[in-house]
């Protein structure tokens, strides 16, 4: 079954970590998928589409109620805590970009304590929540020089988790480097932030 063609497509960004999450999900299951780069400015109709669901394939969520909605919580942390105000780093300017700087300190060190002594945010498995969150993690290093303050520093725990998710053939062959990934922020900044 792995690896077995599905006519899946997925519809693609490379920078995009919603993206690499997919990406990382279907490498996780062993479904191969035809990669369909996208126009973000200029959406297609192939972009409203819904995913469909494989469930003869390996659960990435935890099969209990309360586990699968703690995993739940987290990913969308991430994303609301991490992804917005790493958005609000890049694209503003002096007041909003200052008050940012603690509140995505303050979202790092939250799932920095999170983690705490787990392998996996999901726990001693990777799972949904290390696939939600750890695309994030390529844009560390840009949140932090923009910022200007230690990624290290501030969550070393998370660091080594993304270390550790990296070493997955589903997550290296998926993720960019943190460099390039900090590159396209300043194609980001100069396009479209505050001037």
Known sequence: MAGEKTGLQLLDFWVSPFAQRCRIALAEKGLAYESLPQDLSNKGELLLRVNPAFPGTPPLLPADPFARAHARFWADYAEKKVFDCGTTLWKRTGQAQAQARPEMVEALRTLDAELGDKAYLAGEAFGFVDIAVVPFA?????????????????????????????????????????EKVYEFIGYLKDTYGDK
């Open 138 to 178: 390529t844009w560390f290093l840009g949140y932090g020089r923009l910022a200007e303050f230690s990624v290290e520093e501030v969550c070393p725990r998370l660091l080594a988790w993304a270390k550790r998710c990296g070493e997955r053939e589903s997550v290296a062959k998926n993720l960019y480097p943190p």
